[in-house]
């Protein structure tokens, strides 16, 4: 960090104690882990914190969803608080896509499980036009649509849910659209053959890894008329690539969409490196558990912080 | 701007001799590491610039589940 900045950068361990600095220095205070009451939220901690300062700048976005002593309480007690350009950018993406979107609005959630992302899921449903799903959350829904899904990852104690999301998008004139057609491997592995079929026809023994060629065209459609797309989560089994052919589908056909386009999450994040479309997205997110809280309605608590600081 | 929160920029402060505390994420949450560590650090890099372009005493604090040193490749 000394090198890029062309400067030295002094690490101080003991910096709660007071930190010596002069303007056009840089002091790394090391590692906010290691403070007693952190995560905790102390106030103590966080006014010592505030202490040391004029001006606290949040730009950590990634960290926005938890009450922590270096973000959210720091920001309560701090002379001035205001967000960093990191932070700004984030949040000014992200609430173009959902505050204000272009419509017509689509998104993608997948992933292995509806109940991990159920909020998501409700919060959204209600929001755009159409909700794509995928991975383990898609089998959830064929099987809810009466298709037969064989060994597939599914969660059948949330059919009756799975439903109940799909009435309430299509109650808003939105959609969570069923594939027609999936792949299916005998089994999850590298070396599995995979295998087209119609979702009518997936056998006892099929597991579903991807969305089938027919609805991957059918979501790249939607993807490229659309004015505004969310997109967390892949909808196959990427990591292996004769399963990645649906979302690299996707990939390419937010790549190509004339849409405001945001992305975020682990998995995502991989996939949209592994297909080569980063620069052909609007915007990123930095943040994990942070972007689905943003996706799931819910106020950022340091965020909220900065906003109670906003007039002094 | 339309969907634009309420909040202050640090953009827009005068920073001239402050003391600025900077909460920077340079964790790495992401499993595959398809953010990098370096890339955490790379995007930390402009709003250091601008505090210290503004005149600014700049302070840093983070987060990190490791302890490793940070270390940042020559650009």
Same mark, same amino acid.
Request: aromatic residues 6%.
């Given at each position: 960090?000394?090198? %890029?900045?062309?400067?030295?950068?002094?690490?101080?361990?003991?910096?709660?104690?007071?930190? /010596?600095?002069?303007?056009?220095?840089?002091?790394?205070?090391e &590692?906010?882990?290691?403070?007693?009451?952190?995560?905790? &939220?102390?106030? #103590?901690?966080?006014?010592?914190?505030?202490?040391?300062?004029?001006?606290f700048?949040?730009?950590?976005?990634?960290?926005?969803?938890r009450?922590?002593?270096?973000?959210?309480?720091?920001?309560?007690?701090?002379? @001035?608080?205001?967000?960093?350009?990191l932070l700004s950018?984030?949040?000014?993406?992200l609430?173009?896509?959902?505050?204000?979107?272009?419509?017509?609005?689509?998104?993608?959630?997948?992933?292995?499980?509806?109940s991990?992302?159920?909020?998501?899921?409700d919060?959204?449903?209600?929001?755009?036009?159409?909700?794509?799903?995928?991975?383990?959350i898609? &089998?959830?829904?064929?099987?809810?649509?009466?298709?037969? @899904?064989?060994?597939?990852?599914?969660?059948m104690?949330?059919? =009756?849910?799975? &439903?109940?999301? #799909?009435?309430?998008?299509?109650?808003?004139?939105?959609?969570?659209?069923?594939p027609?057609?999936?792949?299916?491997?005998?089994?999850f592995?590298?070396?599995?053959?995979?295998?087209?079929?119609?979702?009518?026809?997936?056998?006892?023994?099929?597991?579903?890894?991807?969305?089938?060629?027919?609805?991957?065209?059918?979501?790249? =459609?939607?993807l490229?008329?659309?004015?505004?797309?969310?997109?967390n989560?892949?909808?196959g089994?990427? /990591?292996f690539?004769?399963?990645?052919?649906?979302?690299?589908?996707? %990939?390419?056909?937010?790549?190509e969409?004339?849409?405001?386009?945001?992305?975020?999450?682990?998995?995502?994040?991989?996939?949209?490196?592994?297909?080569?479309?980063?620069?052909?997205?609007s915007?990123?997110?930095t943040g994990?558990?942070?972007?689905?809280?943003?996706? /799931?309605?819910?106020?950022?608590?340091?965020?909220?912080?900065?906003?109670?600081?906003?007039?002094? | 701007?339309?969907?634009?929160?309420?909040?202050?920029? +640090?953009?827009?402060?005068d920073?001239?001799?402050?003391?600025?505390?900077?909460r920077?994420?340079?964790?790495?949450? +992401?499993?595959?590491?398809?953010?990098?560590?370096d $890339?955490?650090?790379?995007?930390?890099?402009?709003?250091?610039?601008?505090?210290?372009?503004?005149? $600014?005493?700049? +302070?840093? +604090?983070?987060?990190?589940?490791?302890?490793?040193?940070?270390?940042?490749?020559?650009r």
């Amino acid at each position: 960090m000394s090198d %890029a900045l062309g400067l030295t950068v002094r690490v101080d361990k003991d910096w709660l104690s007071g930190v /010596e600095i002069a303007p056009g220095q840089v002091v790394l205070c090391e &590692n906010v882990r290691f403070n007693v009451g952190e995560k905790a &939220n102390d106030e #103590t901690l966080a006014k010592t914190m505030a202490g040391l300062c004029d001006v606290f700048v949040m730009d950590a976005f990634g960290t926005a969803h938890r009450a922590q002593a270096s973000t959210e309480g720091v920001t309560r007690f701090a002379p @001035i608080a205001c967000a960093g350009p990191l932070l700004s950018n984030e949040l000014d993406a992200l609430g173009k896509a959902l505050d204000a979107p272009a419509k017509p609005v689509v998104a993608i959630v997948g992933g292995s499980k509806v109940s991990t992302k159920l909020t998501v899921l409700d919060a959204l449903s209600k929001q755009v036009d159409q909700l794509i799903v995928g991975g383990g959350i898609a &089998n959830t829904f064929i099987a809810a649509a009466g298709y037969p @899904i064989g060994k597939s990852l599914v969660e059948m104690d949330l059919i =009756d849910e799975a &439903n109940r999301l #799909t009435d309430k998008a299509r109650a808003t004139d939105g959609d969570i659209p069923v594939p027609t057609d999936v792949v299916c491997g005998k089994e999850f592995s590298a070396q599995a053959q995979a295998e087209t079929k119609s979702v009518a026809d997936v056998a006892d023994d099929d597991m579903i890894f991807d969305i089938g060629p027919d609805t991957a065209k059918q979501f790249s =459609d939607m993807l490229k008329s659309a004015g505004t797309i969310v997109w967390n989560g892949p909808v196959g089994v990427f /990591e292996f690539d004769q399963f990645g052919a649906g979302t690299q589908a996707l %990939a390419h056909a937010i790549a190509e969409s004339s849409a405001f386009s945001i992305a975020g999450g682990g998995d995502t994040v991989a996939a949209i490196e592994k297909y080569g479309v980063a620069d052909q997205i609007s915007y990123i997110s930095t943040g994990g558990g942070a972007f689905l809280e943003f996706l /799931e309605g819910k106020s950022l608590p340091a965020v909220a912080a900065l906003e109670a600081r906003a007039d002094g | 701007m339309q969907g634009q929160k309420k909040f202050k920029r +640090m953009q827009d402060l005068d920073l001239q001799g402050k003391r600025v505390l900077i909460r920077q994420d340079l964790n790495v949450p +992401m499993a595959d590491g398809a953010i990098s560590n370096d $890339a955490r650090i790379q995007a930390s890099l402009p709003t250091i610039r601008l505090a210290l372009e503004k005149g $600014a005493a700049v +302070m840093l +604090m983070n987060f990190r589940y490791n302890r490793s040193p940070i270390i940042c490749p020559m650009r």
